[in-house]
């Protein structure tokens, strides 16, 4: 059993940076990838970023060169970096894990991007 808590949802003006944070306890040692999914209103469920244990990433193609997933192994804890952020990012984030094939996720948090 694995739970992730989000933190770091915000209103933020075009342009700004945001950094979110989510934080697994429980069956962690279970987990072989985390990463962030984001949905928009009237929109699908998107995969934003993802990490695995070894560190390898993947990005969506509306993102590269403006997010950045990191991990931190020591404190069960991954972040996404936001930068030069747009209207089109506002959206409800959305914590994932894999654990030996098991998807969990956690209650999301609201990034609203506006002027």
């Known amino acids: 059993q694995v739970q992730l808590v989000e933190s770091g949802g915000d209103l933020v003006q075009p342009g700004g940076s945001l950094r979110l944070s989510c934080r697994a306890s429980?069956?962690?040692?279970?987990?072989?990838?985390m990463g962030w999914y984001r949905q928009a209103p009237g929109k699908e469920r998107e995969l934003v970023a993802r990490?695995?244990?070894?560190?390898?990433?993947n990005y969506a193609d509306s993102v590269k060169g403006r997010f950045t997933i990191s991990g931190d192994n020591a404190k069960n804890t991954v972040y996404l970096q936001m930068n030069s952020l747009k209207p089109e990012d506002t959206a409800d984030y959305y914590c994932?894990?894999?654990?030996?094939?098991?998807?969990?996720w956690g209650k999301g948090t609201l990034v609203t991007i506006s002027s």
């Open positions: 429980g069956s962690i040692f279970s987990i072989n990838a």
């Open positions: 990490i695995t244990r070894d560190r390898s990433t």
């Open positions: 994932h894990a894999s654990a030996y094939g098991v998807a969990y």
